[in-house]
């Protein structure tokens, strides 16, 4: 009876654990993913003579997004 209720108990746990992270994993990347854009932006912005926000946009998210699959 014991050993059933703490495997139960144990069960439950793991389970939690497993889903809290792929919960968090999920809403951090791209949390992460547009922090990297807007700083990628930024440096975009300070470097170059004639700035586009939209073009560095485009540029900045097709490279991190490609930098992020590899």
Known sequence: MLLKNNLIKFTI???GIIAIYYFLKTNFVE???EKSISACVLAKKRTSESFDLEKAKKFCEKEI???KKN
């Open 13 to 15: 746990i793991f389970f």
């Open 65 to 67: 997004r490609k930098s």
């Open 31 to 33: 949390y992460n993913t």
